[in-house]
């Protein structure tokens, strides 16, 4: 068993997040020290009501929920330290936009035993990928931004797409790329 160190130190700072109108967020702190109190501050430097325990619970979020904030922890020396500030961003305006592919894959070449990686990226909230041959059949488990030939086989030749998807089920397909051989 590890005695508890009589000196305050923040040992995981919060951290920022994405969100909506609605959702509802918890934002964490983890510190060491004897007898620590805490007590969370908006960008406004005022310190939040009944905010003091080792996280903060907001929601469901307002549009005046969304900003910068801070937690201040004492020990009981009088110790205190401030962690770092941590932004809640409004992505509610992204949600109203369906997926938009900003890096559409790259036609590639390539020779049987080598290796080929297409890469796509599509804008938007919880994007999810699924890549497609050109038959126009799923490839199973190639669920990433990016389809890896490693190595290139002999069949691996063709035409292949990618499906980016959001969480409203919105769709875009990339356009074809094909994999040459060289």
């Not at 929601?59 to 969304?66: A, H, I, R």
């Not at 937690?71 to 009981?76: G, N, P």
């Not at 369906?98 to 070449?109: G, L, T």
Request: glycine share 8%; net charge neutral.
């Amino acid at each position: 068993m590890n005695p508890i160190p009589n000196y305050l130190i923040i040992l995981s700072e919060p951290q920022s997040q994405n969100a909506s109108y609605g959702d509802n967020v918890v934002f964490k702190v983890e510190a060491t020290g004897l007898r620590l109190t805490y007590q969370w501050y908006r960008q406004n430097g005022l310190n939040i009501q009944g905010a003091s325990k080792p996280f903060l619970s907001l929601g469901p979020l307002k549009k005046e929920d969304f900003g910068f904030y801070r937690v201040r922890i004492q020990d009981y020396y009088g110790d205190h330290l401030l962690s770092s500030w941590i932004e809640l961003v409004d992505i509610s305006s992204l949600e109203h936009a369906p997926p938009v592919f900003v890096i559409e894959p790259k036609p590639a070449c390539g020779r049987v035993g080598d290796f080929e990686n297409i890469f796509v990226h599509a804008t938007g909230v919880n994007i999810r990928y699924q890549w497609y041959n050109e038959r126009g059949m799923p490839l199973s488990g190639e669920t990433r931004q990016y389809l890896l030939f490693a190595p290139i086989k002999k069949d691996s030749f063709g035409y292949y797409r990618c499906l980016a998807s959001d969480k409203f089920g919105r769709q875009i397909l990339s356009c074809w790329l094909h994999l040459a051989h060289q």
